[in-house]
């Protein structure tokens, strides 16, 4: 037969961890204060027995793991460069005879890539894709087609469509 046995754990009041843990916690210095006050017993047992190096070892320790807000990643931030306007519409072998027709630039006349993707797709009848931060890729040949749909229908000036003829990745 299986027995069940019920076990009387108490937890600190401030991280909620068992006292034997809290030394790990995130709020040791402030379950230190609060076990002394309500788990005389168990302080006495946990907390001083240690050194006072050792004490400080594990403040020092809780304090290193504390994250500020925004961390490292927010010191890496720099501005983007300034890049001329300009749509770039060239082609790319992609097997043997077949190309694909790469659009580069559109990021810099603030069109949205995701829907420029798909009026590329639903205009030629064929796939589509963002395949860069600032690339459409179009399956097929539409190079000729290509600039003038990018002129007529999103708005683009004439004179900043370029045709960058065969583009090798």
């Known amino acids: 037969q299986w027995y069940q046995r019920r076990v009387a754990i108490t937890a600190g009041g401030v991280c909620s961890l068992p006292p034997e843990y809290c030394e790990h916690g995130p709020l040791f210095d402030r379950c230190k204060e609060w076990m002394e006050d309500n788990l005389p017993d168990d302080f006495a047992r946990l907390i001083l027995?240690?050194?006072?190096?050792?004490?400080e070892a594990m403040s020092l320790n809780n304090s290193k793991k504390k994250q500020t807000r925004g961390g490292k990643a927010m010191k890496n931030i720099t501005k983007k460069q300034e890049l001329p306007r300009q749509v770039i519409v060239g082609r790319s072998?992609?097997?043997r005879k077949?190309?694909?027709?790469?659009?580069?630039g559109l990021k810099t006349c603030d069109m949205n890539l995701?829907?420029?993707g798909?009026?590329?797709g639903q205009k030629f009848a064929c796939g589509s894709s963002v395949t860069g931060d600032d690339e459409i890729t179009v399956q097929g040949?539409?190079?000729?087609e290509m600039?003038?749909?990018?002129?007529?229908?999103?708005?683009?000036?004439?004179d900043l469509v370029v045709?960058?003829?065969?583009?090798k990745d």
């Open 98 to 104: 077949k190309y694909v027709t790469l659009v580069r």
């Open 118 to 120: 798909k009026a590329f």
């Open 163 to 167: 045709d960058g003829g065969d583009i």
């Open 93 to 95: 072998m992609r097997a």
């Open 147 to 158: 600039m003038d749909f990018i002129v007529e229908e999103l708005g683009i000036e004439e």
């Open 49 to 55: 027995n240690k050194t006072q190096e050792e004490l």
């Open 141 to 144: 040949d539409v190079v000729d």
């Open 114 to 116: 995701k829907k420029c």
